[in-house]
């Protein structure tokens, strides 16, 4: 009989310990002899046949049938050896996945207490660790336990090998998230565990469902080297990962599992993974986790005891930083990828909007925010809190974790990561207003001048909390009194001729003779958005939209006033004499939108000057979904002939200057509404939808 009909034979006779190693290690040599043209097939299938005949005499495989087998396969051990498996210690720990935070912090603390009890009793056990954001838990609830960890990494038996502050998604968030990842966990973890930044080379994202192809110049200008991952690409194990520019990293996708249990059988792939990618090591991680626990005295033991094995690979606890340094050396050999590796589970994309909303909302206001500190304290000389930046920032990476963004997480874990982007939020807020209320302390604002009605005035303070929850910016406060008063508008992106809305509060003039000039006295155009005033806790306002010159990063001072000779002409009032067509087309210099008075979609965007449609046809559709949909995958799309009722439709703005129409619907029991706004100059319409 053949050697692997020999084995298909032994495979229910191999039980126990001894029955086990004996076929772990036949099953190794012929997977290691078919690479090398089945070279040894005749030795196995001696030995294969012998221990088959044993074990039917015996009814089993003794410990002496084991010795027998492996003293005729004794010519093979050096060819077996010279493969080695690398075998690392891991607990993968999700972020708040399907627990509550507390319970995170629980798992982090006890797994690692484990860990450290373990490497006493097996000194050559080495584990690693890849999310800073765990070791931020055990410095901040445990000190004792972190110095404990401090005592293993000096030593070597635990793997620093944390270089963002979660595992996280590498699609959702921004590019500068992405480089704040590796920003602020070099920063930490070089700083308590007293270690040079250029010492964390491995970005490790072993359940990462996406990376986008913009990962390996993001980690090489961090100072990255190398990239492991499991996810979202199922053709190349070993390859060179090339991003547009040219950067590369050396990356390793695991052939296997990123976790789970030691068993006898887990050489079985290391010959056709070595020869298929011309090297002599593979990596074996191994520990319980999603929920922490990491590696098991079982494993330990089994690891320590198949390192004995004679016919069986090198078997060693060693690092990832060891292996991707020993591979290197045959890195010309190993494919070059210039393409993303995406995806798996495509309903992460939208599933908990809430979440992915938050985070951008978040991304941008610190990005703003920042921008505006430094500008102030070049300027002004204001003070830059970077601590409570970096807080901030650090809340934003914690919800990249691989299962919050995604929304793959439960309602705890949602309720928690919104509770933190609203506490980044409040960082990004205060710090921009602490920074344009320097600016503007600093600014030449004497063209303002002196005002009537200065006295017996409310209106400074007016507007606390104005727009805030409607915008996730800073409350539209009034600093000005009586009639003539200066606004400054910043401008955080390219220069243009903007748009832009204020909001004037406790106004005693007369709307119908609002005069708005820039700080050299020329007019501006402008167009009032409301009906006189409204009532806002105790005070009153009116929003106008103003169209002004903003130089790139910067801003531009504007003056409203009352000027009699600027009166606006009253239109005379009179009974209609011709019916009213009903049309919602908006029109700027630039496009033409058309919007369908029957359903309230978008029938067409036209290009003016090219003549060109830049969109037929838009709208929200409705479908139904697949019963077997998830959290993490879109089920099949299927028809659905309710489609949303349209129960209104309204102008709400028709000026120089802005135009909008909201459209008001149903759809079962939602309800829908969405707000079409054209500005002049604009080359786009927006729409600003809420669905409830």
Same mark, same amino acid.
């Given at each position: ?438 600016? !503007? &302390?600093? =600014? ?5 001048? +002196?005002? $009537? /009605?200065?006295?017996?005035?409310? @209106? ?35 220069? !243009? &001729?903007? =748009? ?5 509060? +406790?106004? $005693? /003039?007369?709307?119908?003779?609002? @005069? ?54 009253? @239109? ?121």
């Amino acid at each position: 009989m053949s050697v692997n009909g020999n084995l298909r034979e032994l495979k229910n006779s191999c039980a126990g310990y001894w029955g086990e190693r004996v076929y772990a290690e036949l099953v190794y040599a012929n997977e290691l002899s078919k690479t090398k043209g089945n070279e040894f097939e005749t030795l196995l299938e001696k030995a294969s046949a012998e221990l088959l005949s044993a074990a039917a005499q015996n009814g089993c495989i003794s410990a002496c049938d084991v010795k027998t087998c492996e003293a005729v396969l004794e010519p093979i051990v050096p060819a077996c050896k010279e493969l080695t498996v690398h075998a690392v210690g891991h607990a993968h720990i999700d972020m708040d996945w399907m627990w509550r935070y507390d319970e995170t912090v629980d798992i982090t603390l006890e797994t690692f207490r484990t860990v450290l009890n373990l490497m006493n009793d097996f000194p050559d056990f080495t584990f690693a660790q890849s999310q800073a954001s765990c070791y931020a838990i055990v410095e901040r609830y445990d000190p004792d336990l972190l110095c404990r960890i401090k005592e293993k990494v000096k030593s070597g038996q635990w793997e620093v090998i944390a270089s963002t502050w979660t595992e996280t998604d590498k699609n959702m968030p921004s590019g500068e998230s992405l480089s704040r990842h590796i920003l602020y966990t070099k920063r930490y973890m070089s700083k308590i565990f007293d270690l040079p930044e250029s010492a964390l080379r491995l970005d490790f994202e072993p359940d990462t469902f996406g990376h986008n192809l913009n990962v390996p110049e993001i980690c090489q200008a961090g100072g990255i080297e190398y990239y492991y991952h499991c996810r979202g690409n199922d053709e190349n194990e070993i390859y060179n990962w090339r991003s547009p520019s040219g950067a590369e990293l050396l990356v390793y996708r695991e052939p296997a599992w990123y976790l789970g249990p030691v068993k006898p059988m887990m050489a079985e792939l290391t010959p056709s993974f070595c020869s298929r990618n011309h090297v002599r090591d593979i990596l074996k991680i191994y520990g319980v986790g999603d929920h922490g626990g990491g590696p098991t005295r079982r494993d330990l033991e089994r690891l320590t005891d198949m390192a004995g094995w004679p016919v069986y690979p090198t078997v060693r606890f060693g690092t990832y930083h060891n292996y991707f340094d020993t591979i290197k050396k045959n890195r010309s050999e190993f494919p070059v990828v210039t393409h993303e590796l995406n995806f798996i589970f495509d309903g992460c994309y939208t599933t908990q909007t809430r979440i992915k909303a938050a985070n951008r909302i978040a991304e941008a206001a610190l990005f703003e925010s920042e921008a505006l500190s430094a500008w102030a304290s070049k300027l002004a000389g204001a003070k830059v809190n970077g601590d409570l930046y970096e807080q901030a920032w650090k809340n934003v990476l914690f919800n990249h974790f691989h299962d919050i963004i995604p929304g793959s997480c439960v309602i705890d874990s949602r309720e928690y990561s919104m509770g933190l982007f609203q506490e980044s939020l409040a960082c990004a807020n205060t710090q921009k207003a602490i920074a344009v209320y320097a600016i !503007g &302390d600093a =600014v030449d604002t004497a063209v303002i001048g +002196d005002s $009537r /009605g200065q006295s017996d005035t409310n @209106s400074e303070g007016g507007g606390v909390g104005y727009k805030v929850e409607e915008h996730f910016n800073l409350s539209r406060v009034e600093r000005g009194r009586g009639l003539r008063r200066g606004y400054l508008i910043f401008n955080m992106a390219p220069a !243009g &001729d903007n =748009v832009v809305d204020l909001t004037l509060w +406790d106004w $005693r /003039g007369d709307l119908s003779a609002l @005069s708005v000039k820039d700080a050299s006295g020329g007019p501006l155009q402008f167009q009032l958005l409301d009906k006189g005033f409204h009532e806002y806790w105790q005070h009153e306002f009116t929003n106008i939209a103003v169209q002004c010159r903003l130089p790139a990063y910067g801003y531009a001072l504007i003056v409203l006033d009352e000027d009699p000779d600027m009166r606006i002409p009253l @239109s005379v009032q009179s009974d209609p004499r011709v019916a009213q067509v009903h049309k919602y087309d908006m029109e700027n210099d630039r496009i033409k939108v058309c919007i369908n008075p029957v359903d309230g979609s978008i029938d067409s965007v036209q290009d003016k000057q090219s003549g060109q449609y830049l969109a037929v046809r838009g709208r929200f559709e409705c479908f139904a979904e697949d019963a077997d949909g998830s959290a993490w995958v879109v089920g099949r799309y299927q028809n659905n002939e309710e489609q949303i009722k349209i129960k209104g439709m309204e102008w709400l703005q028709q000026g120089a200057l802005r135009q909008s129409v909201r459209v008001r619907g149903v759809y079962k029991s939602s309800k829908i509404e969405y707000i079409y706004t054209l500005d002049s100059g604009s080359g786009h319409v927006s729409v600003d939808s809420t669905i409830d």
